[in-house]
């Protein structure tokens, strides 16, 4: 049985990419190369700029994920490190599919050589993932409440006011989660995990930086876009936060055909290959630049400890 589980996600990544890509073939049959070379070099070198102001922001963002986990583990650690861990758990689990457990392979690594127990590294992971979560749905409820109609992008049957509601359902979800903090709810278990309720303090931050990276993320796609046709930002964070979730959610690596499929749903009044060349730009700055440079961090800090252990044995 365990021989099969551990196939199991790699299989349903790789069926996910294979549907996908032939849905996408189909919505892009009619697409040159002309056409995305174009829409590319259409983009200005100003928003070229911002596109990278905004990865390197986004990515700062994703330490204060680690940094929050910290705090509430009551653990001190140097920002430095932190922030290169991170950025290397997030660089690689972006591209590498399954992105809890990849990215937990990178933490553990790492923080256990600073004295974090393996339980407190599960629970920190734990942490991380809820705080995009909670930042999610937090996200997701302001923009279903002030521009409901960006479901109808995706789904065009839905009854008047339903994306609405939806959206205040999840306002009220964050509220719980808030209320919960203010009156010290019980500690929360997964398995052999026990995670205590953060404190007001700890959700305050949690609230901030998870969005804060979302945008950030979805900003690399806004300047991407050509200002003709585009909807506005709040339409385009929308999208996003639907196809980067669905993304997430396929284990498929980098979320490959499964982002693009979605957003080209999302945005089917605009050219196909101006939404595709502002896809390519956000896989660009925000997969494979950090993922390559995710790979060199991985290198150095395994010689680094390989010359440890080789001069702690020597001693």
């Known amino acids: 049985m365990k021989s099969l589980s551990k196939y199991f996600w790699p299989v349903v990544g790789l069926l996910t990419i294979t549907l996908s890509a032939w849905l996408l073939f189909m919505e892009l049959r009619g697409l040159s190369v002309e056409d995305l070379a174009d829409s590319l070099g259409a983009i200005s070198f100003g928003n070229w700029l911002l596109c990278g102001l905004s990865t390197i922001l986004a990515y700062a963002a994703l330490a204060g994920y680690d940094r929050i986990a910290l705090a509430h583990l009551g653990k ?3 920002w430095l490190f932190i922030t290169v861990c991170s950025f290397t758990a997030y660089a690689l689990s972006h591209n590498v599919g399954a992105s809890v457990f990849s990215g937990a392979v990178v933490r553990y690594r ?3 050589s600073r004295g974090l127990t393996p339980t407190e590294v599960g629970i920190l992971v734990t942490f991380c993932s809820f705080t995009f979560v909670l930042g999610t749905i937090f996200l997701a409820g302001l923009v279903l409440v002030f521009r409901p109609d960006v479901a109808e992008r995706f789904v065009d049957i839905l009854p008047g006011g339903f994306s609405a509601s939806l959206g205040y359902l999840f306002l009220a979800l964050v509220g719980l989660y808030i209320v919960g903090s203010r009156l010290g709810f019980k500690p929360l ?3 052999f995990l026990q995670i205590p309720y953060p ?3 700890i959700v305050a931050r949690q609230l901030v930086i998870g969005p804060l990276e979302l945008i ?6 806004y300047f991407a876009l050509p200002a003709a046709g585009n909807p506005g930002f709040v339409v385009v964070l929308g999208i996003f936060l639907v196809s980067f979730s669905a993304a997430l959610i396929s284990h498929a690596p980098g979320g490959l055909g499964v982002l693009e499929l979605v957003f080209l749903t999302g945005l089917s009044d605009m050219p196909a290959a101006d939404v595709l060349a502002a896809l390519l730009v956000f896989r ?4 494979l630049i950090p993922f390559v440079m995710a790979l060199f961090v991985i ?3 395994e010689l680094r400890e390989w010359r440890k252990r080789r ?3 020597g001693a």
């Open 284 to 287: 660009l700055f925000y997969l």
């Open 299 to 301: 290198l150095l800090f």
């Open 189 to 191: 278990k997964i398995g």
């Open 76 to 78: 001190r650690i140097d």
């Open 311 to 313: 001069h702690g044995s």
């Open 216 to 221: 950030s993320a979805a900003t690399i796609i």
């Open 110 to 112: 790492a923080y256990t």
């Open 199 to 201: 404190k007001p303090g």
